[in-house]
């Protein structure tokens, strides 16, 4: 069965410290698919990224940064120069295969708190 | 586009009343789902729908029902309500027949129930 664990429940760092958010996933499928979410204190669900298994590139979008690493089945999220707007709960989740049927598993989140 | 849109935003009831969250997508997506959100336990899924007229089974559905007679609505029902369902509810939509693709979320919709 698929799983998502965000170990880190909550994080506060200094603003503009680089802090790195932990993923590890458990699949049995060699097809899945893996994604950031970001939910800010106002509530809504805000997507960040998708990666496929087959692309182990990493990824950097401004100060966001993603390192997937299949041999230790882990998505880490990277915020560089993080800042008090970064402040969010940010949810990892999987998906696998190409069915139809499959669903999106979620972690429980890390809230990130920066501190100004 | 309005994209993903939940009626109500709040809401109160008393246990045993029942009460009806509206979704409601412009974007034409064939998927979409309904969510709770409860602290420390992150989002888990309690129904689904991969188009009009068909609804799934998600993680969590005992308590909840759901129809989809149109494409663009998906109705999550509470038919007696329990304070165990004092949460907040997510409505999200995918464009693509794979649910692998990105989901929209709604903005929420926080129920108390007493």
């Known amino acids: 069965a698929q799983k998502v664990t965000q170990a880190q429940t909550e994080i506060s760092v200094v603003e503009k410290e680089d802090v790195t958010l932990d993923c590890v996933y458990e699949t049995r499928d060699t097809t899945y698919y893996l994604f950031w979410y970001k939910q800010p204190p106002s509530g809504e669900l805000v997507f960040l990224i998708r990666?496929?298994?087959?692309?182990?590139q990493n990824e950097i979008s401004g100060r966001y940064s993603w390192n997937f690493q299949k041999s230790t089945s882990s998505f880490n999220f990277t915020i560089t120069a993080s800042q008090v707007v970064d402040s969010a709960v940010y949810f990892c989740?999987?998906?696998?295969?190409?069915?139809?049927?499959?669903?999106?598993?979620f972690g429980k989140g890390t809230r990130l708190h920066i501190l100004p | 586009n309005a994209g993903v849109t939940q009626t109500p935003k709040f809401r109160v009831l008393k246990t045993g009343q029942s009460m009806t969250l509206l979704c409601a997508q412009d974007m034409n997506h064939e998927y979409m789902y309904w969510y709770r959100q409860d602290p420390g336990m992150g989002l888990r899924l309690i129904h689904y729908?991969?188009?009009?007229?068909?609804?799934a089974k998600g993680e969590v559905p005992d308590g909840y029902n759901v129809s989809r007679l149109k494409k663009q609505n998906f109705l999550l029902g509470l038919e007696s309500a329990a304070p165990s369902q004092t949460s907040v509810y997510f409505c999200a939509s995918s464009p693509q027949r794979e649910v692998t693709d990105t989901q929209y979320f709604g903005p929420g919709t926080r129920l108390t129930v007493l």
């Open positions: 989740a999987l998906t696998e295969g190409m069915n139809r049927d499959d669903k999106i598993i």
């Open positions: 990666r496929n298994s087959f692309d182990e």
């Open positions: 729908s991969v188009g009009e007229g068909t609804t």
